[in-house]
């Protein structure tokens, strides 16, 4: 036989409920998914990874201006840092000039605000140095020789990294000749002769070296634009032999 019963008001007005129940539980499962996972990119952001911008010409041709990276805090929070790492850092005081903060409609500051908690933006990426580390605390760092190279420890660096402009033959334009401070980095960009880093800051409060405690963490790779994909490497070659001064 067939059921010809016909819904009551009470069915419909039950139905209608059901309806609008599993609506709302369905908006309260994505608003719990979306804190969840804005939480956790917020705690990655925190603690593990970021992004940073290029916003200079200094670490060429490793890293061309508005390249993105993505930086890997663990180091040196937990992770010991290593001459030849490419490290993010804070203006230890001096290094970069005043800038004046971009007006920006209050759409696209709360957009831009919102991508900087989960990492994906980095506004403050003006504030910040980018350069590798040639010498770390101890260090007896020097340029040039007879071969326009430079050396830690005595050992002459064959650096694959540098940048040199036509007809140059020393991988610095002017000499130095300094001995890292404990709790300090000596910095350089490998753009030499178009990089303000360590050599041209001696006249700031820490006489051009770097704090450690300054170190935001290292860049690992470039993440945009995908055709520039890649990671960044420390070239452990380059400073083999330099701890004990023997190559």
Excluded at 13 to 22: A, E, H, M, P, T
Excluded at 137 to 161: K, T
Aim: proline content about 7%; some cysteine.
């Amino acid at each position: 036989m067939t059921d010809n019963t016909v819904p009551t008001r009470t069915d419909r007005r039950q139905d209608s409920q059901r309806r609008k129940r599993g609506v709302v539980l369905f908006i309260r499962d994505l608003l719990i998914i979306f804190v969840v996972a804005l939480l956790v990119s917020f705690l990655i952001k925190t603690f593990l990874i970021r992004s940073f911008y290029i916003p200079s010409g200094s670490m060429e041709n490793t890293l061309l201006k508005n390249d993105r990276i993505i930086v890997n805090q663990l180091e040196p929070s937990m992770m010991p840092i290593q001459r030849g790492d490419v490290v993010v850092f804070e203006d230890p005081g001096g290094w970069l000039q005043a800038t004046v903060p971009i007006e920006q409609n209050p759409i696209v500051a709360g957009v831009e605000w919102m991508l900087s908690v989960v990492g994906l933006s980095a506004p403050d990426s003006n504030d910040h140095l980018i350069k590798r580390v040639i010498g770390l605390p101890g260090d007896h760092v020097e340029c040039c020789n007879a071969l326009g190279q430079m050396s830690v420890n005595g050992v002459p660096l064959d650096e694959p990294y540098v940048k040199l402009p036509v007809g140059a033959t020393s991988v610095s334009k002017d000499d130095f000749d300094v001995i890292v401070p404990e709790g300090s980095l000596w910095v350089m960009g490998d753009n030499r002769y178009n990089s303000k880093d360590s050599r041209y800051n001696g006249d700031t409060p820490g006489k051009g070296f770097v704090p450690i405690d300054d170190v935001v963490g290292r860049a690992i790779v470039v993440s945009w634009p995908v055709s520039r994909w890649t990671w960044l490497d420390n070239y452990p070659d380059v400073f083999r032999g330099v701890e004990d001064g023997t190559k």
